[in-house]
């Protein structure tokens, strides 16, 4: 199972040798995948994270093996690796990425890349989390606000407040079309009928549409636009915007990372997601693993995303990150006192619902934006 140059130069061959895709075979002989692992020598990834870093020690201290990481944004490593492998420049083994609609439909369907479920996961993950790539954990996008300045609860109680007169200026988020972000407001707008009933319970009446707005959940993006969110690269930056205690007038609200809120720091800052939000607080999507099509370590990169789901997932264990193995999850959920996933009032993106209405997306913000 050891590979050389000559294997890597057809892909046919290569997977065969690799045993994926169609060569996966029934049961996984896991000694002789970490056999294979430890004479490959090392593992590439990127990663959507640079807390990669903090696996580099102890899974050579375990295996042997070096994990050389390079922190990629997703939109960044889709080029990249795009780049290379049409060069046949086959230099990473493992994309770990949160732009799912992109691999699955620019890279999976064209056998660039290729999924692997580490064997005895089925226990612990949805079926929809193994296929048709691999989730290791869902993260998300949602709405949080001050509590220093709101001890009580949150100032807003629906999405469509963010439309109202007051929280003109007020609403701090990433760019519309930054590639999280746009997966989140794509979300919305695919959920027109749960808009209008969260209008309704709002506003006590049926929502009245503007000129060329064709349903409940664009017109509340319509009106999000015209309030003028305030637009920010850095969700850094937006939660600690929302979240310092020092400031003199009333704090923003917006739209961050809800992992973010693992830099909480009492007497500096101080918030919550708005949990209660009508009809949910916020979107949640995937980070995924694939394998890439002629990777040069495929032992190493099964042994790296084995690991990565279970006992190496400790650098993602922090508030705002649920995992997506069912018994790291409910641990997290016990520590940091959060709703479980299945209860969490989040919607989860549909990544081919996502890339398929991107054009008509841009469009609809360029033709909205005052």
Known sequence: MLFTNNLLAGSAEWLKQAQLGPHAPATQDWDAIEKAAKKEGKVVIYSVSSRISKLVKEFKKLYGIEIVGYDLASGEQIQKFEREYKANLH??????????????????????????????????????????????????????????????????????DLTRKEWADKILTPEPTEDVMSSVFQTILNHPNEMAAAYKREFGTKIQLSEDINNAAEEWMFRFLQNNPLNETSTTKIFKGIASVKQKNTPPIGFTTFSKLRKLKAGVTEASPAYQLDPVFGVAYPTVFAITDQAPHPNAAKLLIRYMMDKGYWPWNVMGDYAAHKNVQAKQVEKFKVPAFKDAKLWTIDPMQVYNSSGKYIDFIMNATP
């Not at 992109?102 to 079926?127: C, D, H, T």
């Not at 989390?129 to 609860?153: A, C, D, G």
């Open 91 to 160: 230099k990473v083994d493992v994309l770990y990425n949160q732009a799912a609609s992109e691999m699955i439909a620019r890279f999976l369907k064209k056998k660039m890349i290729w999924n692997f479920v580490p064997e005895g996961m089925a226990s612990y993950l949805e079926a929809h989390e193994m296929s048709p790539l691999l989730i290791q954990r869902w993260s998300s996008r949602v709405l949080v606000y001050n509590t220093k300045f709101n001890p009580q609860k949150a100032p807003i109680d629906s999405l469509w």
